[in-house]
Structure formats: structure tokens, C-alpha cells
């Protein structure tokens, strides 16, 4: 079996050991594993995050096939998050890989322990509870990013990252602040997001998208972490 010196040797002449090391102490949590979320975990663990809690209530559906990265016709009907765990465990057998059947929910939201945290990624669908992720994360002392959306979209050059409240050209985020000053809530900080200002036409009921745009922003997404923890 690889060791991980040897499974992260390429990664270690890029940063260097002491990068490398921090890289391996950090606790990260991942909220949602669909198309953004399961492609950020894996980054993160080949990476060489060692500590990673990830955060989904679905099972794998044959939808999810053309874009989530554990969905495959072997795994439909089995749950997101236990697949996701065994795959990431075969990258790295000595990562601790936490995988919780869960929604983030108002009822549920402190029992994930925000604050146990160093980095929390938002990649949720649901307004509702991505609305309270991103309140309840920017109070803590984590580093928060958060994905606006992926579905719609088909040009991968139109990805890009800025700050919250500077997104133009994002219906998700867009509506997230409609909601917040509704609500008269507003997030106790800035934070980054990945997101593209392309929109599409449905040629149907729903809103369509591809793996190679919602892959992008989960590496996007991965990459802002360790950029972080490596500067």
C-alpha cells in the first residue's frame, strides 16, 4: 500500500513540507455533496485534508449520474455520503473521513459544531438552509465559502470568485440577498463565492447541468481553501 509521503509527494515539491503539514491538521466540513460538493472532497483529500466531515440527507438517483462524482449505475439507491467515504478512504486509507446522513436544517444546525471548525464550504441547494449556513458560518472564526449556482450553465470560462456582495450576473445570489434584507438578517462578515454570471435557457421542466461546470466549482471552491492555508 502507498504511503502517504509517496501519495503526496508531487503535491509537497509544489508547497513544501511545512505547507503540507498544515494542510494536514486543518478540520474542514463540507455541506451538500452533489455536483459541487462531492468534486470538492476529493480535491480536498488529494490534497491532503486529513480531517473532512462531509454533510448529506440523499442517497444516489440515476439523475445524478451525468455529474455527481460517486454516482454511478452500481451505486444508485445507496447513500451519498457513505460512497462518497469509501471512495475518498481508498485515496487516503489514513484520512478521517466523517461522513454525517444528515440535513443542515434549523433544527439540526447545532449539532455540526460550526465553531469546531477551520473551513466550512457551502454547497447547498436549498435557499432556505443555505441562507442559515452562511449566517451561522460567518460567526464563526472558520474560513466560509459558499457556491452560488452551478445548474444553467455550459461555459466554463464565465466561473470566476468574488465576494458575496459584489456578485453580478447570479440569480442565487441575487435572491440570497433579497432574503437577507427581508429578513433584516445579514452575515457578520464577508466571504468569498464561486460563480458564473452565464445564464441559460431550460430546454425543459427544471434546471439542467454538467459535470464539467459543477466540477469546476468544487475544485474552485477546494482550491480556495488550500490557497489559504498555504499563504
Known sequence: MATEQEIFQR???????????????????????GGVGSWCAESLVRSGIRHLTIVDSDSV???????????????????KVDVLRNRLLTINPAAEITAIHEFFTAETAESFHLDTYDYIIDAIDSLK???????????TEAQFFSSMGAAL????????????????GDPLARVLRKRFK???????????????DELIEPQGEGKGSLVHITAIFGF????????DIVK
Open 129 to 139: 438552509d443555505k441562507t442559515l449556513l452562511i449566517l451561522m458560518a460567518c460567526q
Open 182 to 196: 427581508r429578513e433584516g438578517q445579514y452575515p457578520a462578515r464577508k466571504f468569498q463565492c464561486v460563480y458564473s
Open 11 to 33: 503535491s509537497e515539491l509544489l508547497l513544501g513540507a511545512e505547507a503540507m503539514d498544515r494542510i494536514a491538521e486543518k478540520r474542514v466540513i463540507v455541506f451538500g455533496v
Open 220 to 227: 474552485m471552491l477546494a482550491g480556495l481553501v488550500i490557497q
Open 61 to 79: 438517483c440515476a439523475s445524478n449520474i451525468n455529474r455527481q462524482l460517486m454516482a454511478t449505475t452500481e451505486t444508485v439507491g445507496q447513500v
Open 153 to 168: 450553465k455550459l461555459d466554463p470560462t464565465r466561473i470566476k470568485v468574488d465576494e458575496f456582495w459584489k456578485i453580478q
